[in-house]
DNA sequence: GAAAACGCTGTACCTGCGGTACGGTTTTTG
DNA sequence: CAAAAACCGTACCGCAGGTACAGCGTTTTC
């Protein structure tokens, strides 16, 4: 990484920071430049208004959380063949990441915009939207793979149910900020995950054996305490 | 309402409006006092500075709230003795107030100080936590009385699923906002609703004629679609 | 019916921040 | 070594939050 980009970065963090804990139209430049050792033209530098800075930060955010979904479903995948159980692994192992945080969930930035639409212009709130809508329609196609094995016991809506998704993990954000309790959040996903169990299981009587045996080796974690 | 509470009543409307759109950073009061047509000075009058605008909005947005609880959930009780029912029936009606607000939900205000908790004095963040334990310890106690006539199908903490009900409305809340589409926050009560459902159910086959004969007359609305 | 309290208005002023402009300087890179 | 990249310094504008205080009409209270 080049030092421009590195310290672009740098500021984005910040601000970032800044943003989830003050709010974007009460974030200052001077204590963002402050921090991260640069002045006032550096930072116009690298963002030429704080609609840019938006926009960069909005992109850093969806992008990392995109790998960490990626991360923890594709995991979930390669543990099983069952889409159902591969969902649920990566769910269980998504509640772990959130567990994980140092400080807890730092916020959404997505709930931030959302709640100070007016501060920002239609680009910044079509990159929300849309980074929402991808999430939306990956879960939905995972539902789908999954109620084509398992018909789902209850008339729910997938795409609500994919949307759910969405919901527990900024609702939970949200909680888990407030009551200053991390692990908050990881229950609300992992109860999720209990609603998706149930909403696919059959009966209450359990069928066994269709974990298939993990292809990959899981780091030091035992995934098998809750699967099914 | 005295002169004064009125002028009191139509700056802290206004004020929620700006602060649910801007965020409270960005909250000008130059702004809300050229809306609500009276001088700076009469703001002052009223709120001594922006933290005590914050603790009366707060206040406002949260008596506003449990008046809505109070009054589908107290109707859930008319409409059935059954815990359970009482409940579902409860969950139905804040689905159709959710849907039934001509421009969606504006926002939640516990979820916009969650997000710029840095902006409030103690007292604010206080205010916000002690409001939603109390709807948690609410919902616990309800939750309490149907796992006490209907065992629970999964093992999950009744807190958590006391939680999840702020999560979903402050979660559906943003992903409706954010989608201005008002039907998503009424879907995902709705869903929450499922889950419950679905925990205290004891099996597919379902047991008839727990509803008992509705006491009270119902407004209108035709109450029994999706009971059960 | 006078006094006191209420509900404001008007003016003046200070501070701090977002944002612009622009010239100069250092650092990196080809 | 030269050019591009990555900054620094300074000066400035306008707006908003907030303070201070004097005053004024209306309503309430004794």
Redesign the pocket.
């Known amino acids: 990484m080049?030092?421009?980009?590195?310290?672009?970065e740098r500021i984005l963090a910040i601000a970032e920071m800044s943003v989830l804990a003050k709010g974007f139209g009460?974030?200052?430049?001077?204590?963002v430049?402050a921090e991260a050792?640069?002045?006032?033209?550096?930072?116009?530098?690298?963002f030429?208004?704080?609609?840019e800075?938006a926009r960069a930060m909005l992109l850093r955010y969806v992008e990392a959380n995109n790998r960490v979904f990626d991360d923890v479903f594709g995991r979930g995948r390669q543990l099983s063949d069952d889409p159902l159980q591969a969902f649920l692994i990566g769910l269980k192992l998504l509640a772990e990441v959130m567990a994980d945080l140092p400080h807890g969930h730092p916020g959404c930035l997505i709930a931030s915009v959302c709640y100070q639409e007016r501060m920002f212009d239609r680009e910044v709130r079509a990159i929300a939207v849309n980074s929402v809508q991808g999430w939306n329609v990956r879960f939905r196609a995972t539902l789908d793979e999954i109620a084509a094995q398992h018909p789902p016991r209850e008339a729910v809506d997938l795409d609500t149910v994919a949307d759910m998704m969405s919901c527990i993990v900024d609702g939970g954000i949200i909680m888990s900020k407030l009551m200053a309790d991390p692990r908050r959040l990881e229950h609300q996903v992992l109860a999720f995950r209990s609603f998706v169990k149930m909403l696919f299981s059959p009966s209450p009587a359990v069928p066994a054996g269709q974990v298939s045996a993990p292809a990959t080796r899981v780091d030091s974690s035992h995934v098998d305490p809750h699967l099914l």
């Open positions: 080049g030092k421009g980009l590195e310290t672009r009460a974030t200052s430049i001077d204590e430049i050792g640069i002045t006032k033209s550096g930072f116009f530098y690298h030429k208004d704080k609609n800075l």
